[in-house]
């Protein structure tokens, strides 16, 4: 069943030729001060000849279809989207929060509006501007939105904007 925000983003889709696709890449750790692991997809944007590809992580809560107790030590858990082999494991369950990103997931995951100046993003999102990890996230987030601006006119984008 899709929800009202589903059926949202991929009106907005439709309505601006923009095709979406999701390609399963890895389970793995995503962001750089992740603890734990989560699915980690490529995410491709195409509208005519532009397209703008990009690393999505998933929800750890949506990661793994299948999460895998091992029979011989070391005994720790562990999530993947392969079922194991017979024989390998004591036991697997499968995820029931399990899925892949829809397309609400990742149209409310972007960017969408210009992050300004280094000095503004930093002092917007609570960043010290003496840090690289800081510039480092800044200059990904503009990346981000010089594609959207790629993707989607002034007009398209402000219809993104209510996506939320």
């Not at 889709?13 to 734990?36: A, N, Q, R």
């Not at 036991?91 to 969408?112: G, H, M, Q, R």
């Amino acid at each position: 069943m899709k929800t009202d925000y589903e059926k949202q983003a991929i009106n907005f889709l439709k309505k601006t030729g923009v095709s979406l696709s999701v390609e399963y890449l890895k389970h793995d750790k995503h962001f750089v001060d992740d603890t734990e692991t989560r699915d980690i997809y490529t995410i491709t944007l195409k509208r005519g000849c532009r397209n703008f590809s990009f690393s999505f992580g998933q929800s750890n809560n949506a990661s793994g279809l299948y999460t895998v107790y091992p029979a011989h030590p070391p005994y720790k858990a562990y999530k993947t989207n392969k079922r194991p082999k017979y024989g390998t494991f004591a036991s697997f369950e499968e995820n029931e929060n399990y899925s892949i990103p829809s397309a609400y997931d990742v149209l409310a995951c972007l960017t969408k509006y210009d992050p300004g100046s280094f000095e503004n993003f930093c002092g917007d999102f609570g960043y010290d501007t003496d840090s690289r990890k800081a510039e480092k996230i800044y200059k990904d987030v503009l990346n981000e939105w010089h594609n959207v601006c790629m993707i989607w006119n002034e007009n398209e984008i402000k219809m993104l904007q209510e996506i939320e």
